[in-house]
């Protein structure tokens, strides 16, 4: 059957436009290195085919808008907290002494400027941070030092009080003097801390050390005992804040 003018005009533009469209992906693929128009139209109709019946085994690609969870193996950073100077277990609490048996002090007591032995060859047996603003009751604690010497460490805060009082305005002319309202703060003359060693079978006060009234108003301090035994140290204060470190020689008395 022979074609009419028209239809076989229609076929050879059919045949120029597949032929244009050949050549041009055979140089895309070929020369530029990029994907055939052929294989975009198929790949195209597989995804969408494959789409309705779930991702494909080994796949790990996350979809579009999916969170990550957890278990993925993201890192976690957790930061870390200081580490404390550990405090050996060697003190017992026990109850403060009320009614000491004033005995003859046979304990030394060594000023703040005697130089310890090397921090190294010492444990910490004791630090706590003490206080005495609201009528609290004594601390005390027991335990046996076998190789002397036992080193009490303490730094007292006394209670700040403010006050005020009216005075005159010198520095001006005497028709223009005035009273005028000054505030100013000190330590609290009540303030007071104490530290005194008892004698742990017989109740008999050794030595004592301390802050404020008879003890002076210097702090921090140190406080030496020089001397074996089974001792009561005990903490009590009036409007004051204390913190108290304890320190024992290792050798011949840590276990």
């Given at each position: ?10 076929y ?37 085919a494959v ?41 017992s ?27 190294e ?48 305005n ?8 005035t009273?005028?309202l ?39 301090k ?29 050798e011949?008395?840590?276990?």
């Amino acid at each position: 059957m022979s074609l009419q003018p028209k239809e076989r005009n229609i076929y050879i533009a059919v045949a120029l436009v597949i032929g244009v469209i050949l050549l041009i992906d055979v140089v895309n693929v070929f020369l530029i290195g990029g994907p055939s128009f052929f294989s975009l139209i198929l790949g195209q109709g597989s995804a969408t085919a494959v789409s309705g019946s779930g991702s494909l085994a080994g796949n790990t690609q996350q979809p579009a808008g999916d969170k990550i969870p957890a278990s993925s193996g993201q890192a976690i950073f957790v930061p870390t907290k200081a580490t404390p100077v550990p405090t050996v277990r060697y003190v017992s609490v026990v109850t403060p002494v009320t009614t000491p048996d004033p005995g003859q002090s046979s304990l030394r007591y060594i000023p703040p400027t005697t130089q310890a032995a090397p921090e190294e060859s010492y444990a910490l047996i004791y630090s706590d941070d003490l206080s005495y603003l609201a009528g609290e009751d004594p601390t005390a604690v027991a335990f046996d030092v076998k190789v002397p010497p036992l080193v009490i460490r303490y730094n007292v805060s006394p209670l700040i009080v403010t006050d005020s009082k009216m005075t005159i305005n010198r520095s001006s002319k005497s028709e223009l003097r005035t009273d005028i309202l000054i505030n100013y703060t000190y330590p609290s003359p009540d303030s007071e801390f104490t530290v005194t060693v008892f004698d742990k079978n017989s109740g008999r006060k050794l030595s004592d050390d301390g802050f404020g009234r008879e003890f002076g108003m210097l702090t921090p301090k140190t406080f030496i005992v020089r001397e074996a035994g089974s001792f009561i140290i005990q903490f009590d204060g009036d409007d004051a804040e204390a913190h108290v470190d304890m320190l024992l020689k290792n050798e011949g008395n840590i276990v």
